[in-house]
């Protein structure tokens, strides 16, 4: 299975890619007052991209040594993806006003960035670590 290992981290790169980009497009919509972005067929290819990103994800963790999370990289990542998806929900449905859904989606696509920081450093420091080490 580790020789798939190049192929099913392309496909979870791409789909980090995709699921943040559609996210960013449904908040924006969202927030435009727009219906498309809780239109069924825009819900199903989220669910599409995000069930093939954690499956990718899980692969990737049964494939790689267990010592390469021994700093708590991917912990972090794992705990920040849940408190993205909880701005997600609020950014897009759960928020009450116009306010709260922004405040949200601004949130959520900052957390979004931090944990691909994380991912690129495989640090828990993520970004704030690679400019540690620039300076």
């Known amino acids: 299975m580790i020789g798939f290992y190049p192929q099913i981290r392309a496909v979870h790169i791409a789909m980090v890619l995709a699921s943040g980009l559609l996210f960013a497009l449904r908040g924006a919509g969202v927030l435009s007052g ?3 972005p809780m239109r069924l067929p ?6 599409a991209i ?3 990103l954690l499956t990718a994800a899980l692969m990737l963790f049964t494939l790689l ?3 390469m999370f021994a700093n708590g990289w ?3 990542k794992v705990a920040l993806l849940v408190v993205y998806i909880g701005l997600g929900t609020f950014a897009l449905k759960r928020g009450r006003t116009r306010g709260t859904r922004a405040t949200c989606y601004i949130a959520a696509l900052a957390v979004f960035a931090f944990i691909i920081s994380i991912a ?3 640090h828990p420091l993520g970004l704030f670590f690679l400019l540690r080490g620039a300076a």
């Open 34 to 36: 727009a219906a498309w």
């Open 42 to 47: 825009v819900k199903l290819l989220s669910y």
């Open 50 to 52: 995000d069930t093939t």
């Open 65 to 67: 040594p267990h010592a």
């Open 74 to 76: 991917l912990a972090t």
């Open 120 to 122: 690129r450093a495989h």
